[in-house]
């Protein structure tokens, strides 16, 4: 019986943390030191063989500056994460918006790199993608 309660207890723990997510959800999740009121949006969810379930999202509320022409980022338009860190990243469902906030571009400009296998999907936090991103590479679009 222990076993059993046991058993029970961890799936139903597992499954509160996997939320279902759906393009249009705003969500809370872990930020940075001083982004506390950032908010992620779910713009779309697909399925690939090589990468799994890809959520691409918009982050609202960064506080960054673009390392090319030097001035503040408070929006990140398009972000392809894995679902795995997405998950362990949101904290809590705040509302549902629609329409999707416009991601065409940048979405477009990801899925030309992925089928030239030049771009995959985030498999790190929001935070720690957040972070790494001034040290990345950064090239100024023609």
């Known amino acids: 019986m222990r076993s059993l309660v046991l058993t029970l ?55 960054m500056t673009n390392p090319i022409k030097g001035n503040a980022v408070e929006t990140l338009p398009h972000l392809p994460f894995k679902d795995a860190p997405l998950q362990k990243s949101i904290t809590k469902l705040l509302r549902q918006t629609k329409p999707v906030p416009d991601f065409k571009k940048g979405y477009e400009h990801w899925e030309k790199a992925y089928m030239a296998h030049q771009a995959g999907a985030f498999n790190v936090s929001v935070t720690e993608m957040l972070d790494g991103m001034p040290k990345a590479e950064w090239v100024e679009e023609k």
């Open 9 to 63: 207890f961890c799936t139903l723990s597992f499954s509160a943390h996997a939320a279902t997510l759906q393009a249009g959800q705003v969500w809370a999740y872990h930020t940075r030191q001083g982004e506390e009121a950032s908010t992620l949006t779910i713009l779309k969810v697909e399925n690939y063989k090589d990468l799994g379930k890809v959520v691409h999202i918009r982050v609202d509320g960064v506080n």
